[in-house]
């Protein structure tokens, strides 16, 4: 069995970058639910947690699949955290707007 080189980071995110929006907007979106619905904080946990594992999974298929380096799934874990930085701006932007 021969095995193939693996793709560097640069030409991995060239070629599979569609692979890493569900993980970008992920953490958009839990934030932003939990905003929206501040008193059924444990009914968006629920819901959202088959979409963590989703997106975690998507990220993961150049690593797994396409032969990508794992410096790839390093980025997409780097990215996940730092997702959260526009979440709460934009959840804080959604509580503003709703005050009574």
Do not use: D
């Not at 958009?28 to 979409?51: D, G, R, W, Y």
């Not at 979440?87 to 709703?98: C, K, N």
Request: proline share 8%; glycine share 4%; aromatic share 18%.
């Amino acid at each position: 069995m021969i095995k193939q080189e693996r793709i560097p980071l640069v030409e991995g995110l060239r070629r599979y970058w569609r692979y890493l929006i569900p993980l970008a907007l992920f953490p958009t979106a839990f934030i932003v639910a939990i905003a929206l619905f501040p008193k059924k904080e444990e009914a968006v946990f629920l819901a959202m947690t088959p979409f963590f594992f989703a997106s975690g999974f998507c990220a993961g298929i150049p690593h797994r699949r396409k032969n990508v380096s794992y410096s790839f799934w390093i980025f997409a874990c780097v990215m996940w955290m730092f997702a959260f930085i526009p979440a709460v701006l934009i959840a804080a932007l959604i509580g503003l707007l709703h005050r009574p």
